[in-house]
């Protein structure tokens, strides 16, 4: 390391909450991680850094910190954690603005609505669930090609475009009151669905071949865990990470699930 790269050095704190399988106790665990002002390190290279050199700041050796993480540009939505008290995404944490400063200290805990499976790492399966739920797809019965698709108008896509940047990550329901922490996996179906969900409702409705399956969906929306079970908190649109329009998805598809539902008392379908 040369002088000049270490003028720019500075130690981070890392204090982790930390477990080791389901349903273990949780502790905490600190670590000072050496980072270089301006080279772009974010938290997941910090974690790198810690798995590499598990030693505790007090000088123990443990086991390295597990977490998840794909695309590392905020696009598979895997590294969501809870960092100093707020849910998001870790690989768009940066440390020169969160933690410019020798001895700055950052917090990261697993997210909490969703089980532990060890240390930062949590399985979002009940998300990936309400996603079939709610048949988050466009259907087709074949292979071959069917020529050109629906022609959108740019009013169309521009609305459509913004819902299609959902990651699945789960900032939404983690930070959601009415959204909570379910171990059991027979209870998901009758409990709150989620912002993120219902947004994609409301994707798929809007596409003209998506829209086949718009009756089943709203038949889910207006089941228990739907949309009646929205308390209109608006922490899913606060800490959504692509500023999708959650809480407008959601009048939308509320809206929409009226309409249905008093068309099938007076038709029947």
Same mark, same amino acid.
């Given at each position: 390391?040369?002088?000049?790269?270490?003028?720019?050095?500075?130690?981070?704190?890392?204090?982790?909450?930390?477990? %080791?399988?389901?349903?273990?106790?949780?502790?905490?665990?600190?670590?000072?991680?050496?980072?270089?002002? $301006?080279?772009?390190?974010?938290?997941?290279?910090?974690?790198?850094?810690?798995?590499?050199?598990?030693?505790?700041?007090?000088?123990?050796?443990?086991?390295?910190?597990?977490?998840?993480?794909?695309?590392?540009?905020?696009?598979?939505?895997?590294?969501?954690?809870?960092?100093? $008290?707020?849910?998001?995404?870790?690989?768009?944490?940066?440390?020169?603005?969160?933690?410019?400063?020798?001895? %700055?200290?950052?917090?990261?805990?697993?997210?909490?609505?969703?089980?532990?499976?060890?240390?930062?790492?949590?399985?979002?399966?009940?998300?990936?669930?309400?996603?079939?739920?709610?048949?988050?797809?466009?259907?087709?019965?074949?292979?071959? !090609?069917?020529?050109?698709?629906?022609?959108?108008?740019?009013?169309?896509?521009?609305?459509?475009?913004?819902?299609?940047?959902?990651?699945?990550? +789960?900032?939404?329901? !983690?930070?959601?009151?009415?959204?909570?922490?379910?171990?059991? %996996?027979?209870?998901?179906?009758?409990?709150?669905? +989620?912002?993120?969900?219902?947004?994609? *409702?409301?994707?798929?409705?809007?596409?003209?071949?998506?829209?086949?399956?718009?009756?089943?969906?709203?038949?889910?929306?207006?089941?228990?865990?739907?949309?009646?079970?929205?308390?209109?908190?608006?922490?899913?649109?606060?800490?959504?990470?692509?500023?999708?329009?959650?809480?407008?998805?959601?009048?939308? *598809?509320?809206? %929409?699930?009226?309409?249905?539902? *008093?068309?099938?008392?007076?038709?029947?379908?």
């Amino acid at each position: 390391m040369t002088t000049a790269t270490q003028s720019k050095a500075r130690t981070i704190r890392f204090k982790i909450k930390r477990s %080791d399988g389901p349903g273990k106790p949780s502790y905490w665990q600190t670590f000072n991680v050496p980072v270089n002002k $301006g080279e772009g390190a974010n938290v997941i290279s910090c974690l790198q850094y810690i798995a590499a050199n598990p030693i505790t700041a007090d000088g123990t050796a443990t086991t390295p910190v597990a977490w998840k993480a794909g695309c590392l540009e905020e696009v598979c939505g895997a590294c969501t954690m809870v960092i100093n $008290g707020k849910v998001r995404q870790s690989c768009s944490c940066m440390m020169d603005t969160v933690a410019p400063n020798e001895g %700055d200290t950052i917090t990261l805990e697993p997210m909490r609505k969703f089980p532990v499976v060890r240390d930062l790492f949590v399985d979002r399966a009940r998300l990936f669930e309400s996603l079939k739920r709610v048949k988050a797809w466009v259907p087709t019965d074949n292979l071959w !090609d069917l020529g050109a698709g629906p022609i959108e108008t740019p009013e169309q896509h521009e609305v459509r475009y913004k819902l299609s940047e959902c990651m699945s990550c +789960g900032c939404c329901m !983690d930070a959601c009151p009415q959204f909570h922490k379910i171990e059991d %996996d027979a209870k998901w179906q009758n409990a709150f669905i +989620g912002a993120a969900p219902i947004s994609q *409702v409301r994707y798929f409705n809007l596409h003209e071949t998506g829209a086949t399956l718009k009756t089943e969906r709203l038949n889910e929306m207006a089941a228990k865990g739907g949309i009646s079970d929205c308390g209109n908190a608006q922490n899913c649109v606060k800490h959504c990470p692509k500023s999708i329009p959650l809480t407008e998805s959601i009048a939308a *598809v509320g809206r %929409d699930t009226t309409i249905h539902a *008093v068309k099938q008392f007076f038709t029947g379908k």
